[in-house]
Nanobody, 124 residues
């Protein structure tokens, strides 16, 4: 019903920046949350940042002041701008889409669609 395609991951040095993009297609609605999760080896998938259709954002404590999430509803696209990257940011980053939600949700089970993931590796 909704397909999410992520891009922008790569290998960077600590302190560098990356911008991830997520393009949604299919039966998308504006009243939705587009969010970014990440999963490091041996760890559970965790919420990183999310944005509602009206532009409200929220961030995990570990990334606040370093990451910025945005979206363009006309383009059905979301971005995650990551700055001052740390080695502990290394993970597979996933775009997620939650239908018909105006308030932020943070758990994996609350999201309806997922992208394939893009690897972000931060070296020291």
């Amino acid at each position: 019903q909704v397909r999410l395609v992520e891009s922008g991951g790569g290998l960077v040095q600590a302190g560098a920046s990356l911008r991830l993009s997520c393009v949604a297609s299919g039966q998308t609605v504006t009243r939705s949350i587009m969010a970014w999760f990440r999963q490091a080896p041996g760890k559970e998938r965790e919420f990183v940042a999310g944005i509602t259709g009206s532009g409200n954002t929220d961030y995990a404590d570990s990334v606040t002041d370093r990451f910025s999430v945005s979206r363009d509803n006309n383009k059905n696209t979301a971005w995650l701008e990551m700055h001052s990257l740390k080695t502990e940011d290394t993970a597979v980053y996933y775009c997620a889409f939650a239908n018909f939600r105006g308030r932020m949700v943070y758990s994996v089970r609350m999201y309806d669609y997922w992208g394939q993931g893009t690897q972000v590796t931060v070296s020291s």
